[in-house]
């Protein structure tokens, strides 16, 4: 997945709960986000055409699996942030729950901005 293809918001929350879930219907999704099924419709789409998720059918039901995994996400967001591919040029704010950082990765991230800072 290239820069240009980094997940948005809606489509992170969406993959959390792929993640979680290890995959889910249009009508999972939409009982646990509380949104329309067409809307999550057209994003499940994006995502696939991002690479994010595959679509396969079990029975009656098109399940969609995450393709892209948690750290890669993670990876592709902030390198895009750091090297400025964000409006911002770089300065952008990533908000992240706890348990989605590991102490030496925050702590390698803040060394790295305190670098190119200095640059």
Request: avoid cysteine.
């Amino acid at each position: 997945m290239s820069a240009h293809h980094s997940l948005t918001e809606d489509e992170n929350n969406a993959m959390r709960i792929l993640w979680d879930r290890g995959g889910a219907s249009v009508g999972e999704l939409a009982m646990a986000t509380q949104r329309p099924a067409g809307e999550l419709l057209n994003l499940l789409r994006r995502l696939r055409n991002k690479g994010a998720v595959s679509r396969h059918q079990t029975g009656r039901d098109v399940v969609y699996r995450p393709r892209l995994n948690r750290e890669t996400a993670r990876t592709h967001t902030l390198g895009r942030l750091l090297a400025g591919d964000s409006p911002t040029g770089g300065a952008g704010v990533v908000v992240l729950r706890e348990s989605d950082v590991d102490p030496q990765d925050w702590a390698d991230l803040q060394a790295e901005i305190a670098e190119r800072r200095k640059g």
